[in-house]
């Protein structure tokens, strides 16, 4: 009976719960009725902690098996991540220039500064992820096939010119946004400097004669708070450009070495159309020696040709001759 309670769920656990009561009670029944519920919430909460445990271990084996099925990757694999995460550097483009024409203007909020800022970062990383997969792309083994290394040859250059655009119009669009968060600091800065020098004058003048003097200087007081306001901003809008020139001089990382891929691909390409040239030539080269094999063999046969008639022809005169003579 063990054996048939240990095959299924519900005599599995029946099974454990009696060796449990019978390590932790000795094989004697409990004495009252408050041990029994003691022992028999004891129970319940083993059975649950194992439970748990062997769910924590399923799902952690999952994970691996996820992640294990995740790294291999091949040429096409490759290729399709790559096509996708250009597709979404031209759209977060297109969604940065929209943005980039609300700086300066009333819809320029701290909102709008943030979610530019974090598509920025976003495709910025998209940019390195797809440069590190082309560069995965020259430890895939070539194939066999020529037509099929060309046609490899041809994704590779289609992709490349794809992503060479695609990265253009991102750092343009980078440049102007730049440029546009340089133009409210210098508006910003030029605000605040005008409210503190009208503040400091104006501070020259005051006086705590009467409550209007003083009403005036609570008036300057604010100003100065709205000032310091104007100040983190500005802050926040350097620390933003900063960020922004970063990620220009990453993504001309990246112009270079789509530049030094291009040059190692030219190099592999020449070499692979150097090989199939080199195997024409030979091609063509076997086909004249068959063609002057074939002129050649032609030739000899008409020379036997020509060698058994003369022979033929001296022959019948030789038997004309002697047969005269017999005569």
Same mark, same amino acid.
């Given at each position: 009976?063990? *054996? ?68 291999? +990757? ?7 991540? *790559? ?12 969604? %940065?220039?929209?943005?980039?024409? =609300? ?110 003097? &003083? ?49 190692? +691909? ?38 036997? *040709?020509?060698?058994?008639?003369? *022979? ?7 038997? %004309?001759?002697? &047969? =005269?003579?017999?005569?």
């Amino acid at each position: 009976m063990s *054996c048939l309670y240990t095959s299924d769920p519900v005599g599995g656990a029946r099974t454990r719960r009696r060796r449990i009561l019978q390590r932790h009670g000795a094989g004697r029944a409990p004495s009252s009725a408050a041990q029994r519920t003691t022992l028999r919430l004891y129970v319940h909460r083993k059975l649950h902690i194992k439970q748990v445990n062997l769910h924590s271990k399923d799902n952690m084996s999952y994970g691996k098996a996820e992640s294990y099925r995740s790294v291999p +990757q091949d040429f096409n694999t490759v290729i399709q991540t *790559c096509s996708t995460n250009i597709q979404k550097i031209t759209q977060n483009t297109a969604q %940065i220039k929209s943005m980039v024409n =609300q700086l300066g203007t009333r819809q320029d909020t701290s909102e709008l500064q943030d979610r530019l800022q974090q598509i920025q970062h976003s495709t910025n990383h998209l940019a390195k992820e797809t440069n590190k997969h082309l560069k995965d792309l020259g430890s895939v083994p070539l194939p066999s096939s020529p037509s099929e290394q060309r046609q490899q040859k041809i994704q590779r250059e289609r992709l490349m010119n794809d992503f060479s655009a695609a990265l253009n119009n991102f750092q343009s669009v980078q440049r102007r946004a730049a440029e546009r968060e340089k133009e409210s600091v210098a508006r910003a800065r030029a605000g605040s400097r005008l409210s503190a020098e009208d503040t400091t004058r104006d501070e020259k003048l005051v006086s705590f004669d009467n409550q209007e003097d &003083w009403g005036q200087m609570t008036t300057q007081a604010e100003e100065v708070a709205i000032t310091e306001e104007d100040l983190e901003l500005i802050r926040e809008r350097e620390t933003n450009i900063r960020q922004l020139e970063s990620d220009i001089l990453d993504v001309n990382q990246i112009f270079k070495d789509l530049a030094v891929m291009i040059h190692d +691909q030219g190099e592999m390409i020449d070499s692979i159309e150097a090989n199939v040239e080199n195997a024409e030539v030979h091609v063509e080269r076997g086909a004249e020696q068959l063609q002057r094999a074939s002129y050649y063999q032609q030739k000899s046969r008409k020379k036997m *040709c020509i060698l058994a008639m003369v *022979c033929s022809v001296v022959l019948a005169i030789l038997a %004309i001759i002697i &047969w =005269q003579a017999s005569k």
